[in-house]
DNA sequence: CGAGCATACATCGGTACCGATGTATGTCGA
DNA sequence: TCGACATACATCGGTACCGATGTATGCTCG
């Protein structure tokens, strides 16, 4: 989920360490903080992978800035990531959205739509967060509130998510 | 997460690790899934800090199962976890919603109300994942028609939820 | 003119987690 | 009867991540 981040950010522009995690933290921080001392040894990694390279610019304001560029690689890479999504990426709400925050970096309207049907498949099956036996219940079957909330909250967002899914595979020539 | 998924489902009845991870599946398992091998640290980690016994109960069907019973301490530190949840079990949905699947566990209805409390103080900041400048973007503002949908789907739970804690914290006499 | 803050990067120790693999046993269908 | 599968637990090596801490610089405000 990180170094997605680092990575669509960077497809758009060469950016230093510093300004990349004010960006990520604008994406996601709210949900889930991005520490320094996650960022810069992932940083490093992905250097280290030769998916971006690395441009010392000393002392503009402060210290010295380390403008990174994605290299050839890491556009291929990107593009393969997005493509080809691992399986949490798909089921994860918060991986998605880093997913579809840089979904438009695929240049084919056919790979985007393959990656949302894949989505939509997961949406699709009957999945419940409790079950009687294999059967999933349904928020009117519980007598916990708050698990109630749960199956409620859920229920609101799958169906917007399903809603938009179907307008926009629509819009990209792939109606369902 | 992880942990509070074991002391919650254990504050019940006691289980044996396999089914354990059995009904952590069920709950969780369609978002993230758990391994065995987080599984089974996590338990010891558990038992050595004193929060649950574990006793073997020789070859009912396969191997011997380590039947798990929470401690005193063990309860304790559950409705502790739950009255003060740590930051990401707030902003972090998936671990959110492992904090409402347990809550009714907190005896006391004032303190179920001052938690939700927290996750309302949290969905009314005014936040997004893009902005122009300072300035939070709305959906209708984005050309990119993924980035819309992260805004639109987030809107719809959002709201959502909203309608849900209003009501639950109404009924709980917290209303707001 | 000095304190505090934002900028900018780095390392280190510890923890959580995962995939791969191992070890058993009982059950059920081909 | 033989393999596949579910049950049931465990270890090991590697990776990702985090909090704490360190090191600079430049700007702003009182």
Not at 51 to 70: I, K, Y
Not at 73 to 89: F, I, M, S, V
Request: avoid cysteine.
């Amino acid at each position: 989920m990180l170094e997605l981040s680092i990575l669509g950010f960077l497809y758009d522009t060469p950016l230093h360490g510093y300004e990349l995690r004010k960006r990520i933290t604008a994406l996601t921080g709210h949900v889930k903080p991005v520490a320094e001392s996650t960022l810069y040894p992932a940083i490093k990694r992905l250097e280290k992978a030769g998916l971006l390279a690395r441009e010392t610019q000393p002392g503009s304001t402060a210290a010295p800035r380390h403008v990174l560029t994605l290299t050839g690689k890491g556009r291929t890479e990107l593009r393969r990531r997005l493509a080809e999504p691992a399986g949490g990426d798909i089921t994860d709400e918060n991986r998605w959205f880093v997913v579809l925050a840089f979904l438009r970096h695929l240049p084919d309207a056919a790979a985007q739509a393959e990656v949302l049907l894949r989505r939509l498949a997961f949406l699709e099956e009957p999945a419940s967060f409790f079950y009687a036996g294999d059967r999933p219940l349904r928020a009117e079957e519980l007598d916990d509130p708050f698990r109630r909330g749960i199956l409620t909250i859920a229920r609101a967002t799958s169906e917007a998510e399903l809603r938009w899914l179907r307008a926009t595979l629509g819009s990209l020539g792939r109606g369902v």
